[in-house]
């Protein structure tokens, strides 16, 4: 079964302070990885995704996430933070093979708050 | 405009009501799929349509849903007899190919829809 858990519902950081969304997966089979950024009134983005290439994923906006199978973990990260970044964020595993070959399970989300 | 159209954007109907909701998917994507979002969770997956057809309507809760595509590009969800535990955002997206395999859909803003 596919699942996704990310850990924290809320993280609030100051303006230019690292950013760390902490997301785990659970998959039957080698699993494709995205984050997807929701700012208020907007539609979901894809911010980066994990096919099985290089196991450290640059995405938008100067966002990265590494994938590490050992820890079934895919933390999305962000040197700085700038007041742009707030909005909520999803944690998406997909399987690349089994009976439910292609469907995104989301996680619940967490909410970044960034103060000035 | 160029991407996912949805209307209405918000919809208070009352339990026992019918009610549809219409995504315009963007020109040229072929797949289509619905999501709902619940207050407090991820959008969780509805139904995807390649083309006019249902690939995959394993998602959709209960008979009373159901989701057309007659010409391969508007798509309807309807709900029949709604109920209170109905209200949502009920978020459509498309894409190029199937889901699985890019991981890239392009959501709409979403409909709201609240029973009352």
């Known amino acids: 079964a596919q699942s996704v858990t990310q850990l924290d519902s809320h993280v609030s950081v100051s303006e230019g302070t690292p950013v760390l969304l902490r997301c785990n997966y659970s998959?039957?089979?080698?699993?494709?990885l995205f984050w997807y950024v929701q700012h208020p009134n907007k539609g979901l983005q894809l911010l980066l995704k994990y096919t099985s290439a290089a196991t450290l994923v640059k995405g938008i906006n100067g966002f990265e996430a590494e994938f590490k199978k050992s820890e079934t973990s895919f933390h999305l990260t962000k040197p700085s933070a700038h007041m742009s970044d707030a909005a909520e964020y999803f944690c998406?595993?997909?399987?690349?093979?089994?009976?439910?070959?292609?469907?995104?399970?989301f996680g619940r989300g967490t909410q970044l708050t960034v103060w000035p | 405009g160029a991407g996912v159209s949805q209307t209405p954007s918000n919809k208070v109907t009352e339990k026992g009501k019918y009610v549809e909701l219409r995504c315009d998917p963007i020109?040229?994507?072929?797949?289509l799929y619905w999501y709902r979002q619940s207050l407090g969770q991820g959008p969780e997956f509805l139904i995807y349509f390649q083309g006019t057809g249902a690939a995959d309507d394993s998602g959709l809760p209960n008979d009373r849903f159901f989701a057309v595509r007659p010409e391969g590009s508007v798509s309807t969800l309807k709900i029949q007899r709604t109920e209170r535990g109905d209200s949502a955002v009920y978020l459509c997206?498309?894409?190029?190919?199937?889901?699985?395999?890019?991981?890239?859909?392009?959501f709409g803003e979403g409909s709201r829809l609240t029973v009352l």
């Open positions: 997206a498309s894409s190029w190919g199937w889901q699985g395999v890019t991981g890239e859909l392009f």
């Open positions: 998406v595993v997909s399987d690349r093979r089994g009976s439910t070959l292609g469907r995104l399970y």
């Open positions: 020109s040229g994507h072929t797949a």
């Open positions: 998959s039957s089979y080698s699993p494709s």
